[in-house]
């Protein structure tokens, strides 16, 4: 950014929130695009679900609490404790190397939302120090005025009222392989980004009917990825799973810089943000030191 070039930042966008505020205000002073590079946003069945929550289709209602997780077995490719993923000064940590995804999970339901409470537990690596995998529990404000409540003034449906509030359950980590599933719970429905939910294809809706445990429909999504073409079939194909959907980022990127902005609205640099302030209380929590910390 200091040669005026545009940023596209692989994650994670920074190790602390002050380095992250740092290089926002940075862009902004020099006019450029900058974004953390959370390709997930981007996939079609995110895009759908979006439209689910938030467009003219939305179907789910409030959001009242949002399940996610990512966790792999870093030892299958990684040595300890010589990797960098065990070594705290490089960036290492499951927090900054897995927490950033069902983090962005999280805040898709909740945008800009700032959490009132988050609480963490987990295991922290004696030798390396560096956190090996958690839990975390979070809690959105109300966005509005109105509390949750059943009393005569509530006439639509006779249900409580849930204005932006919500909760959040998130695991990560680098132990063992997860189910790695995103799933939001609305008071109309429930919806769930089905695994791989970093980099999904297919999206599931489960309509809520009149009484406990009742559906009134289920609704699938699936958006297949593009076909590799030959060139990357003769260089041995991809090494990691659905990575052919990097090229939804790239052209979003590509749309927004060639349009003149400085930010991509499938996620923000305020979302990025709250991410990174979510990641500095989770290792605070777990007493983890931030890479310039001694």
Not at 225 to 248: H, M, R, V, W
């Amino acid at each position: 950014m200091k040669a005026n070039k545009h940023v596209l930042l692989e994650k994670p966008f920074a190790c602390t929130a002050a380095d992250a505020e740092y290089l926002i205000q940075l862009a902004k002073e020099r006019n450029l695009f900058l974004m953390e590079g959370m390709w997930t946003r981007f996939f079609p069945a995110v895009e759908q679900a979006r439209r689910l929550i938030f467009g003219k289709d939305a179907v789910l209602g409030e959001v009242a609490s949002v399940f996610s997780d990512f966790n792999f077995n870093a030892s299958d490719n990684e040595e300890y404790p010589t990797s960098f993923v065990y070594n705290r000064k490089l960036g290492g940590g499951a927090s900054l190397l897995t927490g950033p995804y069902p983090i962005a999970a999280v805040t898709l339901f909740y945008p800009n939302a700032e959490p009132d409470h988050i609480k963490v537990v987990g295991q922290v690596d004696e030798k390396t120090q560096v956190d090996l995998q958690a839990s975390i529990a979070i809690s959105f404000p109300p966005t509005g005025t109105l509390s949750p409540a059943v009393d005569d003034t509530n006439t639509e449906e006779n249900t409580p009222k849930l204005p932006g509030c919500g909760v959040a359950s998130l695991s990560y980590g680098l132990l063992c392989e997860g189910v790695e599933q995103t799933m939001a719970v609305g008071t109309k429905a429930r919806l769930t980004i089905q695994t791989p939910s970093h980099c999904p294809t297919k999206l599931k809706v489960d309509l809520k009917a009149q009484g406990r445990g009742r559906a009134s429909g289920v609704y699938e999504y699936e958006y297949p990825l593009p076909k590799d073409t030959e060139e990357i079939t003769q260089a041995g194909g991809f090494i990691y799973p659905n990575s052919a959907g990097f090229c939804y980022e790239a052209a979003a990127v590509a749309r927004c810089i060639a349009a003149g902005k400085t930010e991509v609205p499938q996620y923000t640099l305020t979302e990025t943000l709250v991410g990174m302030k979510i990641l500095d209380q989770v290792r605070a929590q777990l007493g983890v030191k931030a890479v310039h910390e001694d």
